[in-house]
C-alpha cells in the first residue's frame, strides 16, 4: 500500500506512533481496532498535544487550532471533555457523540456529522 508524503505532520506525542505511522496535520485520522486497545486515548493524547502546542504558538500571530472528536460513548465522551476542560483546552475541542447501542447508519452519521465541522472549520480558516 503506498502512501502519500506528508507535507505537515501532526505529532500524536506517542515516538512510536510517530515514527512508524505518521499522520497528516488537517486530515481526517480514524483510530479503528478492537475495544480496549487505546485508541481513545491515542485519540485523546494526540487532541492534547495538538491543543498544548497551539498555546504555545499564539504569541507568534498563527491562527488558533481546533479539534473536532467523534466518539461512540456517552460516558467516555463525557470524560474526555472533563479531562479537556481540567487542561483548560475544553474551548478549542468540538466531540460529537454517537450511541454504541443505535444502528450502524447512526453511527456513521456521528463520523459523517464530526467530518463536516471540521471541514466546515478549515474552510472558515479556523
Request: proline share 2%; no cysteine.
Amino acid at each position: 500500500l503506498r502512501r502519500d508524503a506528508i507535507s505537515r505532520q501532526l505529532f500524536t506525542g506517542n515516538l512510536l506512533v510517530d515514527m512508524s505511522t505518521p499522520l497528516a496535520l488537517g486530515n481526517l485520522n480514524i483510530f479503528k481496532g478492537d475495544s480496549n486497545t487505546g485508541k481513545t486515548t491515542l485519540a485523546l493524547n494526540t487532541a492534547i498535544n495538538f491543543l498544548t502546542s497551539n498555546e504555545k504558538l499564539q504569541g507568534s500571530g498563527s491562527r488558533p487550532r481546533k479539534v473536532v472528536f467523534a466518539s461512540l460513548a456517552y460516558n467516555r465522551a463525557m470524560n474526555h471533555f472533563k479531562t479537556l476542560k481540567e487542561k483548560g483546552l475544553a474551548q478549542d475541542a468540538i466531540i460529537v457523540r454517537g450511541d454504541k447501542h443505535s444502528s450502524q447508519s447512526s453511527l456513521y452519521f456521528s463520523y459523517i456529522t464530526a467530518n463536516h465541522i471540521a471541514n466546515q472549520l478549515m474552510k472558515s480558516g479556523n
